[in-house]
């Protein structure tokens, strides 16, 4: 589907964000979408409490607790002693979980190549650069709202 290019920008988001589900959807890899998020998170961000996850993914903690409990199950995730609170627990990736997330990323960013084939160095730079930067923006706003309204 392709919108006017005078259509408003959240609708042209709204189509793409379809277009990469769909794709990624159709080629069904080994993590679902929130999956996806939870391992990126503990990858970039270390072992994390589910609270931690959570708050960091803007999701109900219930919610996180069954996908972190499937992908420990699965083995790629492990829980581990919080050094600080040995009440508490720190879910960790496991080096199969690694592996599983280095191998759903390439899957993910060939179907962004493939779509990106014949634009130039620059072009691609700049995609990135936007899509960082608004991506930081909504980040930052969805913070202000959630303590704006707790």
Known sequence: MQLPEDAPLSDHLAVLFGQMSRAIARDRGPLTPSEYAVVSLLEHGGPRRVSDLAGADGSDASTVSRRVAALAERGLLVRTPDPVDGR???????????????????????????????????????????????????GERAVTVERTSA
Not at 119 to 133: E, H, K, N, V
């Open 88 to 138: 508490a627990h720190r879910m960790a990736l496991t080096d199969r979980g690694r592996a599983v997330l280095h191998a759903e990323r390439r899957r993910r960013a060939d179907l962004v190549t493939d779509a990106l084939t014949g634009w130039s160095g620059t072009d691609r730079a700049d995609l990135t650069r936007l899509l960082i930067r608004l991506s930081t923006s909504l």
